[in-house]
């Protein structure tokens, strides 16, 4: 399951990095080239100004899902 999001700041990796600690699941972003576990706040640090999938497993509920990736934005 995926969804595009732009990181545009530094306060947004921040939260995202937040948001996937807490998410029961595990959480990933790419930007096509290498793939970051979204709790890696330093990683996540690299992928400022780039449009990112957003990434889970299928088997996580769609709802959920997009109730996390939207507090992202």
Do not use: C
Not at 13 to 29: D, T
Not at 35 to 57: I, N, P, Q, T
């Amino acid at each position: 399951m995926t969804k595009t999001i732009q990181i545009t700041d530094n306060h947004q990796v921040e939260r995202i990095s937040e948001l996937a600690s807490k998410a029961p699941y595990e959480v990933w972003l790419t930007d096509d080239t290498v793939m970051l576990d979204a709790r890696s706040l330093l990683g996540l640090f690299a992928l400022v100004g780039k449009r990112v999938h957003v990434v889970a497993e299928d088997n996580v509920d769609p709802g959920a899902f997009a109730r996390l990736v939207s507090k992202m934005v």
